[in-house]
């Protein structure tokens, strides 16, 4: 489980990048729900906890592609494929992440350690 922050610290409505490989983003819903999923959007390069959060979907900044963060399932393009999500515990007034095992969508051009830019093995 990836430690977080406290609860407290993200307010209901705001989101917080933490940084993994890649990279994922933690929000804390107007209804008090906290989701995690791979902070870029499957589309292009854009950080999706700088986007625009209403209800339990996230719009990303760049060109509006909007995700679900309960499946990751996209439900606007120009992105097509889902951004992965994470299973989130909040214990003890604190928030922890446990990162899925499941390979990311990320756009092209977009690597995690150990990958290549086309998704392979370097």
Same mark, same amino acid.
């Given at each position: 489980m990836l430690p977080v922050c406290p609860l407290s610290s993200l307010a209901p409505?705001? /989101? @917080?990048? $933490?940084? /993994? +490989?890649p990279p994922i983003a933690v929000f804390h819903t107007e209804d008090g729900e906290v989701f995690a999923v791979d902070d870029t959007c499957t589309?292009?390069?854009a950080s999706l906890a700088d986007g625009w959060l209403e209800g339990c979907e996230i719009e990303c900044p760049l060109h509006a592609s909007r995700f +679900? @963060?309960?499946?990751?399932? $996209?439900d606007a393009p120009p992105a097509k494929k889902p951004v992965r999500t994470h299973r989130v515990l909040v214990e003890d007034g604190h928030i922890f992440v446990e990162l899925s095992a499941d390979e990311p969508n990320l756009p092209p051009g977009v690597s995690v350690a150990g990958q290549a830019a086309t998704g392979g093995p370097l």
């Open positions: 409505g705001e /989101a @917080l990048r $933490v940084e /993994a +490989d589309h292009q390069d +679900d @963060l309960r499946t990751g399932q $996209v």
